[in-house]
């Protein structure tokens, strides 16, 4: 009988704990990732479907040097335009890179390490996100990955398999152009966004 009555006081105590503990961690959230997890979300969402929309249009028009031009050119002014506001900056990266522009930073390289090791054992996130000390500043960075579909292999995929005249265009524009290779449903790279947290 004392046994069985010290039992359900070790249990209460023990469900108390764990309840304060749950408490004490959602009360250590910090206030500030939320809106800025939102925002980064939108910018993400917003230049890929932005981007992906030009592209389609050319690709429609059964145009692939359209598509190259559209991704070369076009896309880096969208890219711009999203890029005006103070303290929030969003662009595309990868690990085979077709501008220099795209080229990750360190920190985005090991996760783009990560997210071709995840695609691999078929865990791939929707995205991925945490706060960094950038400048003395809190900083979110958030990563959206971005996985190579049938028609982006056109332009990506394996170079004998690329038609002559995208060859030739992307001889022209990239001449050290890494970005092929690639197969549907590879991780081509990611929407990176970065923002200041207040």
Known sequence: MKRA???VVLLSFLSCSLLAFSKAQEKGRDPRVEPALQEARQMADGLAEKIRGILFQELEKGSFPGAV??????AQDIT?????????FVRRVSLKNRSPWNA????EAKKLEEFDRLQAEKKLPKELYEVQKEGGKD?????????AL???ITCHGPKEKIPEPVQAILKEKYPEDRATGYRAGDVRGAITV????P
Request: net charge positive; aromatic share 10%; with cysteine.
């Open 80 to 88: 711009r335009q999203f890029n005006t506001r103070p303290g929030h």
């Open 5 to 7: 009555f010290l039992l």
């Open 139 to 147: 900083t979110l960075r958030y990563l959206k990955p971005l996985v």
């Open 150 to 152: 049938p028609l982006c």
């Open 194 to 197: 970065k923002i200041d947290l």
């Open 104 to 107: 990750p930073d360190g920190y």
């Open 69 to 74: 031009k559209a991704c070369s050119e076009v």
